[in-house]
């Protein structure tokens, strides 16, 4: 089958396409044929070394696609079903993956393979942050700080359904529809120099903030918060300096979260929390963008421009 295979910790020129050998289940395991791979921006972190590794290795943790194997104890699944994966064993920038019986989530028909490698990661950073971490209430206000990308859409989705109010920035216009569409009640473009004051005027200072680039935006969120209020960062490129008499002032919380350190028992309310949404359809994963696999390189760029706009997956 053909794989990218990382043998050196690098930038996006070191995804490189390979012929290797078709992964065999064993006894708990199930063999996924992957019709499409979630891009996630941990992806280029784990690509480049930052998390340490051995090499070589194939990346990714979010697909989609069809058991074609099972194990010999393996009675949930049976070849056919349409799964999503939740991590691997061997990695799902490939044809094939092979997972653990337990990695592996039904798919419904109404969502298709595209859709399905945008679950995981995106949905579970999105439930953890708000819930398991934010603890977000119905009506708190919700600031969804950078909402157009895959987990802001996410986050967006779930805050909606939770009955929060929702305010979200996007970067471009295209991304400030989207956000609307997915269920913002309030959006803000982050280039706008007023948007600060202008999400202060609308709410008073907002309950809870979910951050998707904390080295630029930490210090403005502290200022935006209402007393005991909670900012969430999930993702950040950097460092920043802060002003902690500010957070002080407030009362105020933050708190850190990555999906690769949930427990046993949130992974398996993060499962049932996107089954119950993919069941009530208030759960959609938008695609903004598709590659070839072999054009992962470009995928892996592509994920770090500024301007996101929903999920970007790559198609064996």
Request: glycine share 12%; net charge negative; with cysteine.
């Amino acid at each position: 089958m053909q794989a990218i295979r990382v043998e050196e910790f690098g930038g996006p020129d070191v995804l490189r396409v390979r012929e290797i050998e078709n992964p065999s289940p064993g006894r708990d395991e199930v063999l996924v044929e992957i019709r499409a791979v979630g891009v996630n921006p941990v992806d280029t972190y784990i690509r480049a070394g930052a998390r340490g590794g051995s090499l070589p290795f194939t990346p990714g943790m979010d697909g989609a696609g069809l058991i074609a194997a099972v194990g010999e104890e393996v009675t949930e699944w049976k070849v056919g079903d349409r799964v999503f994966t939740c991590r691997s064993i061997t990695g799902t920038y490939a044809e094939y993956a092979l997972c653990h019986k337990d990695q592996v989530q039904p798919l419904p028909e109404k969502i298709s393979f595209e859709q399905g490698a945008g679950l995981f990661v995106p949905y579970g950073t999105a439930y953890a942050a708000l819930v398991l971490r934010g603890y977000a209430r119905p009506g708190e206000t919700v600031l969804v700080h950078g909402g157009s990308g895959g987990v802001g859409t996410a986050t967006i989705q779930f805050a909606a359904a939770r009955g929060c109010t929702v305010i979200a920035t996007a970067g471009t216009e295209r991304g400030l529809q989207l956000v609307r569409e997915q269920g913002a009640h309030y959006a803000f473009s982050h280039n706008d120099p007023n948007y600060l004051k202008s999400i202060m005027d609308l709410t008073g200072g907002v309950h809870l903030v979910i951050e998707m680039l904390a080295n630029v935006n930490l210090q403005r969120d502290i200022e935006l918060l209402r007393p005991r209020g909670r900012i969430v960062v999930v993702g950040s490129r950097g460092t920043i300096e802060i002003d902690p008499r500010s957070l002080m002032s407030k009362n105020g919380t933050v708190t850190g979260m990555t999906l690769l350190e949930i427990s046993d028992e949130e992974r398996s309310e993060i499962y049932a929390a996107i089954g119950a949404g993919l069941k009530a359809e208030i759960l959609a994963p938008i695609v903004g963008r598709s590659f070839p696999l072999s054009e992962a390189a470009a995928a892996h760029s592509a994920i770090l421009e500024p301007g996101s706009y929903g999920k970007i997956v790559l198609l064996p």
